[in-house]
């Protein structure tokens, strides 16, 4: 059973309302994961009231989710809630593997990205780097040119709030903080939705709305960071399906799909499933259907020595720095090079069951 079940049933529904929803897409490192059988194509997800799509979605769609003089944007409204706290939350930075009109196909540090619309998108460049946070119940997608970091285009999606002291003044999450938007010339259709109605806006560095579109996206979680990357990553869900190597993740936000050769052993259907990933580390806490202990837990990491006889080794958990004795890992150390992938397998208890190297 997810934790906070009712947050997320509303937010899988207002996802799928916006056109946001996580799938399964084809990676593009390692193996290719199986079809869902509970998948939704972009088609049969409705563009949000008011906006009218420029062209139908193409049948091979992934499936899944001007004002002149604008008024100066009012110093924003800091809210306390940062871009990597709440669940879910991901904060991802990719670039361009490959494009069609309104879908493009990114690369990130934990899989494929994918990003499709049927009212922008529609000019894409390889030039371009995509920054990607989600927030509980808001999403924000930044596109900015690599060369000098200009916004080319800024996304927010999340529950439709007016600024309490102007009624045209759309109240937005952004992983700035909190700030308001003037309606521009999209007043009519903003000013027909209901509070707390999904909408997805794009705005500009005038703090004014300048589009509202409909905008999915897809991830596929199928590797772990490089050294270097940048990437967090925290959902709760329930395992729907096991198929080949794959773990079928029904989260607040869909379902998605975890390769399980990132460190995660043995889970099994209606097991609660927590994934945390932080740079090079992965964290998977596995608790029995319908309760909140954990039975299991899969810490993977760089592997670092924590005394120089090599009988313990650190790795980075939630719960921050731990450190495990490597009497039941020696066969599965011997030969690794520090900095090299490996799992340790936990009891609820925090009792080390054995360690394992990655595939």
Do not use: C
């Not at 499936?63 to 009012?74: D, G, L």
């Not at 939705?193 to 199928?222: A, C, M, S, W, Y």
């Amino acid at each position: 059973m997810m934790t906070r079940r009712s947050t997320g049933q509303w937010f899988l529904q207002a996802l799928a309302v916006t056109g946001v929803v996580f799938a399964t897409a084809t990676a593009y490192a390692g193996e290719a994961p199986p079809a869902s059988d509970d998948q939704q194509s972009v088609q049969e997800l409705p563009a949000p009231q008011n906006v009218v799509p420029e062209s139908p979605t193409p049948q091979d769609s992934v499936p899944q989710s001007p004002v002149s003089e604008a008024p100066v944007q009012p110093s924003p409204v800091q809210s306390h809630a940062r871009p990597e706290t709440g669940n879910p939350s991901i904060i991802l930075k990719g670039h361009l593997w490959r494009t069609k009109p309104g879908i493009v196909f990114l690369k990130t540090p934990v899989g494929l990205l994918t990003l499709s619309s049927k009212t922008t998108l529609k000019d894409f460049r390889a030039s371009h780097d995509v920054s990607f946070w989600l927030h509980d119940a808001h999403l924000a997608v930044d596109i900015r040119n690599r060369s000098n970091g200009s916004l080319v285009h800024r996304y927010l999606s999340g529950p439709f709030k007016r600024h309490d002291e102007a009624e045209n003044k759309l109240w937005r999450w952004t992983p700035e903080g909190d700030q308001s938007f003037d309606f521009g010339a999209h007043e009519r259709p903003l000013a027909a939705l209901r509070e707390g109605n999904p909408v997805t806006v794009e705005v500009d560095e005038k703090g004014v709305v300048i589009g509202v579109h409909d905008l999915q996206f897809d991830l596929q979680i199928g590797q772990i960071p490089v050294e270097g990357a940048s990437a967090h990553l925290l959902l709760t869900g329930t395992v729907s399906k096991l198929k080949s190597n794959f773990i079928f993740f029904r989260t607040p936000i869909g379902v998605i799909n975890v390769n399980a050769k990132i460190g995660i052993k043995d889970a099994k259907v209606g097991q609660t499933l927590t994934l945390h990933m932080r740079q090079r580390s992965v964290v998977a806490d596995l608790a029995a259907p319908n309760a909140t202990a954990v039975t299991r837990r899969f810490v993977t990491g760089p592997l670092a020595f924590a005394s120089p006889d090599r009988a313990s080794i650190r790795l980075w958990t939630p719960n921050g720095e731990q450190v495990y004795p490597t009497d039941r890992g020696k066969a599965a150390l011997a030969g690794v090079r520090e900095g090299n992938p490996i799992t340790v397998e936990l009891t609820g208890d925090g009792t080390v069951v054995d360690f394992y190297r990655l595939n």
